[in-house]
C-alpha cells in the first residue's frame, strides 16, 4: 500500500528561538555533530583530542569563518571525534565584498548575516573539503540541524568556555561516544545546561549539550 505523506504531520519543525533575531549582537554556544554521530575527525587519547585529516580541515574552516563572515568573532572552542562546540560573537556589519564606491554611512550599514547562515557556510566548507579529501562527492558530513544557545551574561560565558575546555577530559562520558562510562547507583553526570528561556525550555526547542538530538 502506497504511503501517503501528510505535510501538516510530517513538516520540520524549526528549534530556533520563535521570533528571535539570530543576526543581532551577541554570543552564541554553538554545537554540530557528524552524520550518524561517526567518529571522523580523529580520537581523544588520554584527555586530549588528536586528530586526523579531516580533523585539520573542520578546524581549518572554523577558524577562517571571519574572512568570509567579518562581523564574526570567534571565542574558544572544541573539536571532538565526532562533533564540534564552539562560541561565537556577532560582533559588527556582515559580508564584505571589495569596495567599488564609497564606504557606506550609518545609515547605509552593510548587512548582517544570521546564525544560521553562518553555519551552513561552516558545514558547506568543511564538508567540501573533507569529500574532496576523500573522493566521495555529496556523501553526508554534518547532521542536517545543530544545537545552538543564547548566551546573556559574563557568568554564563564562564561557565560554557569552562564546559568546552574540559570537554575533551570528560569523553569517556560523553553521551556521543559510542564506547562511553554509563555512570549509574543515582549519580548522574551533567554537564552545562542552559538556562530556560522565559517558555520554560532552552533556546533549540528541544536540545542536548553533549549531543544534536534535533536529528537530520
Known amino acids: 500500500m502506497k504511503r501517503v505523506c501528510n505535510p501538516e504531520k510530517h513538516r520540520r519543525h524549526s528549534i530556533r528561538l520563535k521570533g528571535y533575531d539570530y543576526s543581532r549582537m551577541g554570543a552564541y554556544f554553538i554545537t554540530l555533530c557528524t552524520y550518524n554521530r561517526s567518529c571522523i575527525f580523529g580520537q581523544i587519547v588520554d584527555g586530549e583530542m588528536i586528530i586526523n585529516e579531516f580533523g585539520k580541515i573542520v578546524k ?16 574558544v572552542s572544541a573539536l571532538m571525534p565526532n562533533h564540534i562546540h564552539g562560541i561565537i560573537f556577532i560582533v559588527g556589519a556582515g559580508l564584505k565584498p571589495a569596495r567599488t564606491k564609497p564606504a557606506p554611512t550609518d545609515i547605509d550599514c552593510a548587512k548582517r548575516y544570521p546564525l544560521s547562515e553562518i553555519i551552513r557556510g561552516f558545514k558547506t566548507f568543511s564538508a567540501r573539503r573533507i569529500n574532496e579529501t576523500r573522493n566521495r562527492s555529496g556523501t553526508h558530513v554534518w547532521q542536517r540541524n545543530y544545537y545552538e544557545h543564547i548566551i546573556r551574561n559574563e557568568d554564563e560565558l564562564g561557565r560554557i568556555r569552562e564546559y568546552i575546555v574540559n570537554n575533551p577530559a570528560q569523553w569517556q562520558f560523553d553521551r556521543n561516544n559510542p564506547d562511553r562510562i554509563i555512570v549509574r547507583a543515582g549519580f548522574v553526570r551533567a554537564g552545562f545546561k542552559p538556562a530556560p528561556t522565559d517558555t520554560g525550555v532552552c ?9 544534536c538530538d534535533a536529528g537530520v
Open 60 to 75: 581549518s574552516v572554523w577558524s577562517d569563518l571571519p574572512r568570509h563572515y567579518p562581523d564574526i568573532k570567534l571565542d
Open 203 to 211: 533556546d533549540a526547542g528541544r536540545c542536548d549539550t553533549d549531543g
